[in-house]
């Protein structure tokens, strides 16, 4: 019998030849004999990440009100086009889903504390639902990214990420475009092992906000920048970035009428001077995002020359097993998409 050394250097030497249909029957194999070995109690050790993030957003809530707004920062604009067009300012009311989880605005809206209803015809009793959207992303979304769907993209085909991909993510640099509130720096943070953690945000305001709270919680990879991410200023941490989390960053929060030209000075500076390749997380995809903004089917195809789009079908499947809250929250990750970045 081979030593359990022996062992180790064949499964790294199969690992690196054998085909992919091999490795997934190895996978299966392992799984099934060893799964006291491999299975992970995801749900014990996500829920003590959730609550860290929890934590994190307890100490925003006080300083924004509930749609994660200073008073500056209330957005001014509304889409022209794509899903968020169709619904009315008047019955759309914004509430963040990254400092609000679903409970917590159920529980708002049972004791009266925020509205869920409008009236039809006012003074009758003819109401209806209010719609509901968020500029934040939720920490569900957040634990299956960094958890399930980024690393299957950054890992494929392998049972977990393995400690030197560990020490390599630790060289390693995720840029948020937009960072807001920076929930997507919170939770990779939390949820991840990339060795800098970059917000790229117009508003001094959530800049600050985001230090403070970073500092105070000993989050000492994340740091942030106020820029505006189409202007010259982010070029260099756009186009040097590992990995790139760009969730809707412009609808809401620039003039319809300019969308196009700060979407192509954005793919510009991610793409020209790119020495390695990257990965890119969006929300939705770079391809809707482009078409909202009225962008045609050739010039996308051009702008997106570099960006290849990874299949995260299997990982999502795997996330919506593991992350209980998403179970009936799956559409908070439907249309997150991965590409990888050529330089
Ligand atoms: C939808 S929020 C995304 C927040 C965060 N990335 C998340 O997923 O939770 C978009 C953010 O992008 C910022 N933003 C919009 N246009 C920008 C620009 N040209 N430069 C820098 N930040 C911008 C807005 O201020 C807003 O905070």
Redesign the pocket.
């Known amino acids: 019998m081979p030593s359990l050394d022996e062992l180790k250097a064949l499964l790294q030497d199969f690992r690196a030849t054998a085909s992919h249909e091999d490795r997934e029957d190895l996978k299966t194999f392992i799984a099934d004999t060893f799964f006291d070995l491999v299975s992970h109690d995801h749900t014990n050790e996500l829920a003590d990440t959730m609550e860290q993030l929890q934590a994190v957003a307890e100490d925003i809530r006080p300083h924004v009100d509930v749609s994660g707004d200073f008073p500056s920062?209330k957005s001014s604009t509304w889409p022209q086009s794509g899903e968020f067009s169709e619904l009315n300012p008047e019955t759309t009311v914004v509430y963040d889903d990254?400092l609000y989880p679903d409970s917590l605005v159920d529980q708002m809206m049972d004791d009266g504390t925020i509205p869920s209803h409008y009236c039809n015809h006012c003074g009758s009793h003819d109401t209806a639902p209010l719609d509901i959207i968020s500029?934040?992303?939720p920490v569900p979304a957040l634990a299956a990214v960094f958890r399930f769907i980024l690393p299957a993209a950054m890992f494929p085909n392998q049972l977990v990420v393995s400690p030197a991909d560990v020490d390599r993510m630790r060289t390693m640099t995720l840029v948020?475009?937009?960072?807001?509130?920076?929930?997507?720096l919170f939770g990779a943070a939390v949820l991840a092992d990339f060795g800098r953690l970059v917000g790229?945000?117009?508003?001094a305001e959530?800049n600050d906000l985001v230090s403070k709270v970073a500092a105070a919680r000993g989050y000492g990879q994340i740091s942030v920048q106020q820029?505006?991410?189409?202007s010259p200023a982010?070029k260099g941490a756009l186009s040097q970035a590992d990995v790139l989390?760009i969730?809707?960053?412009?609808?809401?929060?620039?003039d319809p009428a300019r969308i196009i030209a700060?979407w192509s000075a954005v793919i510009d500076n991610i793409t020209t001077g790119r020495t390695r390749p990257g990965f890119a997380v969006t929300?939705p995809s770079l391809e809707t995002m482009l078409g909202n903004a009225g962008m045609g089917q050739a010039d996308i195809a051009r702008a997106l020359a570099k960006f290849t789009q990874v299949d995260s079908t299997e990982a999502k499947a795997v996330a919506c097993k593991e992350i209980t809250a998403l179970e009936d929250r799956q559409d908070v990750i439907d249309d997150i998409t991965v590409y990888t970045i050529a330089p």
């Open positions: 920062t990254f500029h934040s992303a948020d475009v937009g960072s807001r509130l920076g929930p997507v790229l945000e117009i508003s959530y820029c505006d991410v189409t982010a989390y969730h809707n960053v412009f609808d809401f929060f620039v700060a929300k």
